[in-house]
């Protein structure tokens, strides 16, 4: 087995077993499952004689990272459908808790606000609790912060509130000035 990487022109073969040394000094077992020339990318499944069961990991490895391999021998063909194994209740549960990140994640970005109200925004949620009124920022279901975002724009909630606020808003402002400045 020779990689393409080292141009000896031959590709990795599908299903062999390698012992893998990378440039990063990481050592390990796999089996090729794919390998892409174009982009000189491997897909290796480690765990092949582990014997721990099913589960396998799977690593995308660029070819030009590996510093020497050993091949090991030919293993079953890694993408023999009645052999594979997929945790469908572990994939549904991280496809559930990827949904709920990536719409918590959206809820956080301001929509028709500018750049600026967007880091004034991410300023105010570093310490506390915020969240987007079409274009206004509530902090703590109480503060308000309208445009222009400056501290005379702060409404609501007590009076500690409203300086706590205050003063990350114009700490924000400054560093926001001192960065367009630069």
Do not use: H
Request: net charge neutral.
């Amino acid at each position: 087995m020779a990689m393409e990487a080292q141009g000896q022109g031959e590709e990795f073969a599908v299903g062999c077993i390698l012992s893998i040394k990378t440039t990063f000094g990481e050592e390990f077992q796999a089996q090729i499952i794919s390998y892409d020339r174009p982009s000189n990318l491997l897909i290796l499944q480690e765990g092949v004689k582990s014997g721990v069961g099913p589960k396998r990991n799977i690593r995308l490895l660029k070819a030009n990272y590996i510093k020497e391999f050993t091949y090991l021998g030919q293993g079953e063909d890694p993408l023999d459908a009645k052999k594979c194994f997929l945790d469908l209740s572990t994939l549904q549960s991280r496809e559930e808790s990827a949904i709920r990140q990536a719409e918590a994640d959206a809820e956080r970005i301001g929509v028709g606000v500018t750049a600026e109200a967007q880091s004034i925004f991410d300023a105010l949620s570093k310490t506390l609790p915020v969240r987007w009124d079409k274009t206004t920022i509530v902090v703590m279901n109480d503060v308000r912060v309208s445009n222009p975002y400056l501290p005379e724009s702060v409404s609501g909630g007590t009076a500690a509130a409203n300086e706590r606020v205050r003063k990350v808003l114009e700490f924000e402002k400054k560093r926001l000035q001192s960065r367009n400045l630069a």
